[in-house]
């Protein structure tokens, strides 16, 4: 299992930044995936969520209507479309399924992240 993030960068507040990520090794296309953000100093939080027919969801409120995440099957791609950043978005981001917070195996999973910093 691999998942490979990239897209990050400085970005102004306000701004914009999409975010990719590439899975393999797994059936990609039969699974929930999920985007992570840890922060320093702070735990890894759940952002946002596709399902594999493509519906999205934001989870955290501070995202909601900001934060879009979507899927290629084909290329077992997932990106997250980030609008509207704030300060308080800047972390590390993660993909990874859906529950790998609380599964023993996809715990262990996680690819280098990309980091995002929102600054003036």
């Known amino acids: 299992v691999q998942f490979v993030e990239s897209g990050g960068g400085l970005v102004q507040p306000g701004g914009s930044l999409r975010l990719s990520c590439a899975a393999s090794?797994?059936?990609?296309?039969?699974?929930?995936i999920s985007w992570y953000r840890q922060a320093p100093g702070k735990s890894r939080e759940l952002v946002a969520t596709v399902r594999p027919g493509g519906d999205s969801r934001a989870n955290a409120d501070s995202v909601k209507g900001r934060f879009t995440a979507s899927r290629d099957n084909a290329k077992n791609t997932t990106t997250l479309q980030m609008d509207s950043l704030k300060s308080e978005d800047t972390a590390t981001y993660y993909c990874?399924?859906?529950?790998?917070?609380?599964?023993?195996?996809?715990?262990?999973?996680w690819g280098q992240g990309t980091q995002v910093t929102v600054s003036s």
């Open positions: 090794g797994f059936t990609f296309h039969t699974h929930t």
């Open positions: 990874n399924v859906a529950g790998a917070l609380y599964n023993e195996y996809w715990r262990k999973q």
